[in-house]
Structures are given as C-alpha cells and as structure tokens.
C-alpha cells in the first residue's frame, strides 16, 4: 500500500495564478480532508468529505474548492493563488466514524505564492 | 467551539533529560478524542496515541508516556530520557464523537522540542 500521496511535493506560484494539489489514498477510506500548516497556528482544516460526491467547509475554506468523483482521490483547487495561502498543505484519509479514528496523512505539499 | 493549546512554542532539552508537553483542550461534548502526532524535520505527521473521553488511565509505551486529567482539560506527554531523535514538533489534537462532525481534528499550535547531545 503506498498510503496517502500528494502531489507535488514543491510549488511555486505567482500572485492570481490557479493550480490543483493532488490526493490519492489505496486504503479505501470513506473520509479524506485537507489541512495547512502554518508556523505557531498547527493545522487547519480546509475542506472535508464524508465520501464520492459529499465535500463540506472547514474551519479556512476561502479560496479553495475540492470535489470527490472517487474514493481515492481528493484534488485541492487554489482558484486565484494570494500570498496568503503560502503554506504546507496535507491531505489525509481515515475510516469514517465517530472520531476515534486515526488520520492517516500524506508528506504534505509546501506552496509558496510569490 | 473546541479548541487545543500548547502554550510551550519551543522546548530545549540536553539529551537524557525528560521533557513533558503540556496539551489543554475546551470542548463542549462529553465524548471526545484526544491525539498526539509527532512531526520530524523529515516534515511528515506520525501519529503517537489516541485516547477517549472515559480512558483517563495514563499510559506508557517505551520512553513515552501521557497523563489525561480530564478535571483539568489536560492531556500530557512526557518524553523520558530524551534522545536527539526525538527533536521534532509534537502536536496535540482533539475530535468529536458524532459522525456528523466526521473525524475533523483540532490541532494546537505545536510544540518544537530541541534535543541536544
């Protein structure tokens, strides 16, 4: 099982730019989400899904969308990139339930909008 | 609203000392997980435990070892006799019960421990 991957493992973007952050999980996990790390803030959860076809906001869903055709992939659209949203992004996959799961994370994509 | 603090930014340590990270969450349920993940220069997420709501039982595995006081909102983690490759960020984190919440975490700021030789 490779796990959860990202890709790319590096970006950089200018100002107003779009691109997509890809996700892909072999585990067959029901619940995948998205996550940026900032320094002294942890990590915040952008957007999550409960399943194909169900994504629902986080806590910093602004400037972001996602969808979900399939089970194992979960792409992270930057619709017009801001310097703001420089940022390591994580993707993670578990079982979905009652929060007792563990999340299983992927390397993480490091984003800088220049 | 949850919420988690770390309120130790950074941690200095000399290598065989012990170190203890202090995790305080706020939450309204009465059914909830606490998590601790470890975060390596290397940059990915390692998780360490997990713990419920009704488990106030400390636990110990190895070097590593967590306090859940549940009358104090607090969840601990102490390293002992540390090791340079322990030197990473270490995050507290808490979910829900509800499977409508889904497993969405709420994770503290971080805690960076520096252990030197």
């Known amino acids: 099982n490779a796990g959860v991957t990202q890709t790319p493992k590096f970006q950089v973007l200018k100002t107003g730019q779009s691109m997509t952050l890809q996700c892909a999980q072999d585990?067959?996990?029901?619940?995948m989400s998205w996550y940026r790390q900032d320094p002294g803030m942890g990590l915040r959860l952008i957007h999550y899904?409960?399943?194909?076809?169900i994504t629902d906001q986080g806590e910093v869903p602004n400037g972001y969308n996602v969808s979900r055709s399939t089970t194992e992939d979960f792409p992270l659209r930057l619709l017009s990139a801001a310097p703001s949203q420089t940022s390591v992004y994580f993707c993670?996959?578990?079982?979905w339930g009652t929060g007792s799961y563990e999340q299983y994370f992927g390397p993480g994509t490091r984003l800088t909008v220049t | 609203a949850q919420k988690v603090t770390q309120a130790q930014t950074e941690i200095s340590v000399v290598e065989k000392e012990d170190v203890t990270l202090d995790c305080v969450y706020e939450t309204r349920d009465t059914t909830y997980y606490l998590f601790w993940y470890k975060q390596p220069p290397s940059g990915e997420l390692v998780f360490l435990i997990r713990r419920n709501s009704f488990d106030e039982q400390n636990e110990i595995s190895g070097r590593y070892s967590w306090n859940f006081q549940k009358s104090t909102s607090s969840f601990n983690f102490t390293i002992t006799a540390s090791q340079v490759v322990d030197s990473a960020v270490y995050f507290c984190a808490l979910s829900e019960e509800t499977k409508a919440a889904g497993n969405k975490l709420t994770f503290g700021g971080g805690t960076r421990v520096l252990v030197k030789p």
């Open positions: 993670a996959s578990s079982p």
């Open positions: 899904s409960v399943g194909a076809g």
């Open positions: 585990m067959n996990h029901e619940y």
